[in-house]
C-alpha cells in the first residue's frame, strides 16, 4: 500500500474525536440496506457497487466490487467505520484497513432467515443502533409471517450470465438455490454446490420447466430469442415453451431484508407463465 495514502489517513483518524459523526464505508449490498433502515444512510461516505437499494445509494461513492476492492480506495473516503462480509472480500484488504487503525467489522452472513435477523442485530450492534434494530426486524418478520408457500411442480433452473461467453448455473447451496426452495419451486440442479458451467448436457439432465436469470444477464445475452440461441436451452421444456423469468439481480440474489419482497415476485412470476 502507498505510504503517501496511510500518513495523512493516520494522521486524520487520530484527530477523530468520540462524539463526530460516523462515516462508514459499506462493502456489501445487505449490510448497505441495513445500514439504511437503521436510519444511517447519511452517514455512508462510500459503498461497493453491489449496494443498489435504496436507490438513493447509486449517488455515493463507490470502491469497486468485492475482491477487487482496493485498501487505498476506501480510505480516500476517510471512513471511522468500514463494514463488511467475510467470504466477499480479499482477506489482504481487512488486514490493510486494521493495519491503519480503521474500525472494521466483517460478519458472517449464512444463508436463512435466521441469518438475516442476526446480520442485522450485528449490524445495528456495530453503528449504535440496536434499539432501532428491534422495529425493523419486527417489520421483517411480519413480511415473512405474510407469505403463503404452496409447493409446485417445477423445476427451475437459474442462470448467471454475463454474455454467452460466460454462463454459471446455480447448484445447491448458493442464494438463489435457497429463495427458489423458499418460493416452494424445485432446483433443476441439485447434483453439486455452488455454480458451475452451463453445457448442454447439463441443460438436456436438467430439464427445467422455467429458466430463471438476472434482467441483466438476459440483456446481455440478446433477450429471450438470444438465450434460444445458447447450445441446448431450446431442447428444455422451458426453452420450448419460452418459460423465462427475469429478476432484479440483488433483489433476487441478495438475501437480506428485501427476502419476502424477493419471494413473492418470484412466486408471482411463476404463476404468471
Known amino acids: 500500500m502507498k ?3 496511510l500518513v495523512p489517513f493516520i494522521a486524520l483518524m487520530t484527530g477523530v474525536s468520540g462524539t463526530a459523526q460516523q462515516r462508514i464505508v459499506s462493502l456489501n449490498g445487505n449490510v448497505s440496506e441495513m445500514l439504511c433502515a437503521l436510519g444511517l444512510e447519511q452517514q455512508i461516505a462510500g459503498v461497493d457497487i453491489t ?35 467475510d467470504n466477499q472480500l480479499n482477506p489482504a484488504l481487512v488486514e490493510q484497513l486494521q493495519a491503519v487503525k480503521v474500525t472494521t467489522r466483517i460478519f458472517k452472513q449464512d444463508l436463512s432467515v435466521q441469518g438475516i435477523r442476526n446480520l442485522l442485530d450485528e449490524v445495528a450492534g456495530a453503528t449504535g443502533t440496536s434499539a ?12 415473512m409471517a405474510a407469505i403463503k408457500t404452496q409447493r409446485l411442480d417445477k423445476k427451475v433452473l437459474f442462470i448467471y450470465a454475463r454474455g454467452a461467453g460466460t454462463m454459471m448455473v446455480s447448484g445447491t447451496g448458493t442464494s438463489v438455490d435457497k429463495v427458489l426452495q423458499l418460493a416452494g419451486v424445485q432446483n433443476a440442479v441439485t447434483g453439486f454446490v ?78 404468471q407463465l
Open 3 to 5: 505510504k503517501s495514502i
Open 194 to 271: 455452488d455454480f458451475r458451467p452451463l453445457t448442454a448436457e447439463s441443460l438436456a439432465s436438467a430439464n427445467p420447466d422455467i429458466i430463471l436469470l438476472f434482467d441483466s444477464g438476459l440483456k446481455s445475452l440478446g433477450g429471450i430469442d438470444g438465450l434460444l440461441q445458447v447450445p441446448g436451452v431450446a431442447q428444455t421444456a422451458a426453452g420450448k415453451n419460452k418459460k423465462v423469468i427475469v429478476m432484479d439481480g440483488e433483489l433476487l440474489s441478495g438475501f437480506g431484508l428485501r427476502l419476502p419482497q424477493a419471494i413473492r415476485e418470484l412466486q408471482e412470476k411463476i404463476h
Open 132 to 143: 432501532k434494530a428491534t422495529a425493523v426486524r419486527q417489520q421483517f418478520d411480519k413480511e
Open 51 to 85: 449496494s443498489t437499494y435504496p436507490t438513493s445509494l447509486q449517488k455515493k461513492p463507490k470502491v469497486g466490487h468485492n475482491r477487487n476492492i482496493s485498501a487505498e480506495g476506501v480510505l480516500s473516503l476517510q471512513p471511522t467505520l468500514v463494514l463488511g462480509v
